[in-house]
């Protein structure tokens, strides 16, 4: 079973999508096969500037712009680095900050080494009952030297989406800045940035935007209340002593991840070829579907009865989230997530810590996949029950 | 029976340390059966693939599919160093005539370490 991708059934969507759509990889390829357009370097007629034409897709698919204010990095873990540590050096003193239970690692883990260093002071929000942060919970977080709030658009595990512009409405009235991390929504559902009153929006490219791994952004509102904590070459400039000031160069050094910018750029086109609230409405139409069949096993625990992303958290009662990952695995060919989804308050809340299994949708899922996985996860309920 | 090779190494949000390996030869149900001497081994067949689970607490647990060579092998938390040697001991008393004795007598001295260490 294992090794043959005609017989995988991929639901692990909410780590890497995978397959890719063919016009991705084809265009990976097309941008191996000339040599890359370096801005600031001999360029050759018929080269494609990737990163200028991809900046351009990102500020139309995102509503925001200038295009230069979206930034390539490796991932949106490295985005949301680069933001929250550029932010707090701007700043230079102590300040308190706030976060959210749901978070991933990728917020988690900078702001507790941030908080055991002394340079911030940290409040982590509990979510309600439906898995969201709610607008008071945020006020009564506020303190007078509150500068930063960092949070999740989307949750990888409970695939609840957060009211980030009511929360940012409130946190633009009172100062603070607003890192908002989008590595589960960015391409899974409509995001205006044109409207919604955020600092700074971390994507990654190889979830939902379909590119590959290693290829990430950021889009930055207003660039100079973050520090560039790179410095390095840009192309331009050379004599100059410092990282430039100018956008993105700012915070751009190095060469680029020029086939991770192609796929993304592709990964971008096929979206919008079919549209992404078609995507959205088309793959929550397969979760759903999925998720109730699940339900109806009385031995399968959910963990999210009403996700808005195509994420389903559930343990199977009688037997541990890792054997049955592994059983879907090795026996039926599904590969899915186990554990905690570096994701580890969420799992304290729901579980104890003991971490589920998780189901992750695109839209290159079909009907039938889920059929195969809801059958399987049947019989695995049963065999243990 | 040995192990031919690892195929990669986490450390789990429980402290206990999985290995994966591929074995020289697919488990059989004889060696399912050698492993009842030493904790409890499950068999659930689904889909007509029968799903082993051997589970010896404060020691180590096992998965895979009887028939296939490939194992995960966890290592309870915070004895890693002292249980490291156990599945490949199992495999080799397994394959030098389905040896007991010495095998309890090294699971024995382990826990005796083991309590130890973890002060039960």
């Not at chain 1, 946190?171 to 603070?176: C, D, R, Y």
């Not at chain 2, 030869?25 to 050698?34: K, L, M, N």
Request: with cysteine; aromatic share 8%; net charge negative.
């Amino acid at each position: 079973m294992a090794g043959d991708p005609q017989r995988i059934v991929y639901m692990n969507n909410a780590a890497t999508t995978w397959p890719k759509p063919p016009q991705v990889i084809d265009e990976v390829a097309r941008s191996l096969s000339m040599p890359f357009f370096e801005e600031g370097r001999s360029t050759l007629a018929g080269q494609r500037n990737y990163p200028g034409e991809t900046r351009d897709l990102l500020a139309n698919t995102f509503n925001a712009g200038p295009a230069e204010h979206f930034i390539f990095t490796q991932n949106a873990t490295d985005s949301l680095n680069m933001a929250i540590h550029g932010f707090l050096h701007h700043i230079g003193e102590p300040c308190h900050a706030i976060t959210t239970e749901l978070e991933h690692n990728a917020v988690l883990r900078p702001l507790r080494t941030l908080e055991r260093e002394g340079r911030i002071s940290l409040s982590i929000i509990p979510f309600d009952e439906r898995g969201s942060i709610g607008l008071d919970a945020v006020k009564d977080a506020i303190r007078d030297d509150t500068r930063l709030m960092v949070m999740t658009h989307g949750s990888n595990v409970l695939g609840t989406v957060q009211d980030i512009s009511r929360i940012g409405e409130h946190l633009k009235a009172n100062g603070i800045f607003f890192i908002v991390d989008g590595a589960q929504t960015a391409g899974q559902i409509p995001v205006d940035l044109g409207s919604i009153p955020l600092d700074v929006f971390a994507f990654t490219g190889h979830k939902a935007l379909f590119g590959i791994p290693g290829i990430g952004g950021f889009f930055i509102r207003d660039p100079s209340q973050v520090d560039p904590v790179r410095q390095g070459g840009t192309g331009a400039n050379s004599g100059y002593p410092y990282q430039e000031e100018e956008m993105p160069s700012r915070f751009e050094a190095g060469t680029h991840n020029y086939p991770g910018i192609a796929s993304l750029n592709a990964g971008i086109r096929f979206l919008e070829g079919r549209g992404i609230r078609n995507v959205e409405n088309e793959t929550m139409q397969m979760t759903r579907t999925l998720l109730s069949k699940l339900q109806s096993e009385g031995s399968i625990v959910i963990d999210n009865e009403h996700p808005d992303l195509p994420i389903i958290s559930f343990n199977v009662v009688g037997i541990e989230p890792d054997q049955v990952g592994f059983i879907l695995a090795r026996i039926y060919g599904i590969i899915c997530r186990t554990g905690l989804h570096c994701a580890p308050l969420v799992h304290q809340r729901i579980n104890g810590g003991r971490g589920s299994v998780r189901l992750s949708l695109s839209c290159l899922n079909t009907p039938e996949e889920c059929e195969q996985v809801s059958d399987a996860l049947g019989e695995v309920a049963r065999g243990a029950g | 029976m040995r192990v031919e090779r690892s195929l990669q190494r986490k450390l789990c949000v429980d402290g206990s340390l999985m290995k994966e390996f591929v074995l020289s030869e697919p488990i059989s149900e004889d060696f399912a059966d050698y492993l009842r001497n030493f904790g409890e081994v499950k068999i659930m067949t689904l889909h007509g693939k029968p799903f082993l689970s051997f589970e010896k607490p404060h020691f180590i647990s096992v998965k895979g599919i009887v028939g296939e060579d490939t194992v995960e092998v966890r290592y309870a938390a915070g004895v890693h160093d002292l249980t490291a040697d156990l599945f490949h001991l199992l495999l080799f008393h397994y394959s030098s005539g389905k040896e007991i004795g010495k095998m309890k007598e090294i699971e024995a001295a382990m826990w005796r370490m083991i309590r130890v260490k973890l002060g039960i």
